[in-house]
């Protein structure tokens, strides 16, 4: 399995076309209702997952296990500061676990919207929304472990992405008093947002942009 084949097993398991995920994200920007927006991202992320098993049952163990190697591979170039930061402004703050979680979303996007957001992070506000909870997807990462697992009577560890569980990111380390002026588009189509955003939503958010320039000045670099 080369790359190209990798990301055609993706756009396959994917439920929208491209002009259905835009007219969604675009109600998601206009709206204020966040738990709309959130279930409906979670109906979507399960049929994508079951597709993806289902397209992953289909092919030999050797073909899923080189589907991990490549899914671990471009998760690994996507693990910059710089896309964290990003990530960090639509989430306020991302720790290590949500910021992968956030990355497998990434991929499960297709290949389009990776390379995009890999050329230019801001592009993010054009794909996606301001809750951690609709570009979190955990559970796309496991898929070819399961497979492998059930299907085939192999180890877990084969899913390549389990190997090395630990990732650094690279790149230029950004603290978050950065990101404004770094993302700027970004940070206005959030700061938009949260305006409009019910009271309660502020404050949760405003609480934990308050926590994360904290541990900013304890654990990040000047």
Known sequence: MDRAE??????????????????????????????????????????????????LSALPADEVA??????????????????????????????????TYFVSWLIAQGRTIYDAVLRDPEALASYATPTEEVMGFEAIGYVAMDVLATQHGRDPDDAAQWRDPVRELGGEPLRSSELPKRFPKLHAYVAEWERRAPHEVRSVRETMRAMQADIDRLIRPR
């Not at 109600?27 to 399960?46: F, G």
């Not at 991990?68 to 703050?93: E, K, N, P």
């Open 66 to 99: 080189a589907f991990s190697q490549h899914f671990d591979d471009v998760h690994a170039d996507a693990f910059r500061w710089d896309i964290h930061g990003a990530a960090s402004i639509l989430m306020v703050g991302a720790s290590d676990d949500v910021f």
């Open 6 to 55: 990798f990301w055609s097993i993706i756009a396959s398991s994917q439920v929208e076309t491209a002009t259905e995920r835009a007219e969604r994200i675009a109600r998601c920007h206009a709206s204020i209702a966040v738990n709309p927006c959130m279930e409906e991202a979670a109906r979507l992320q399960d049929l994508q997952r079951a597709r993806l098993r289902t397209a």
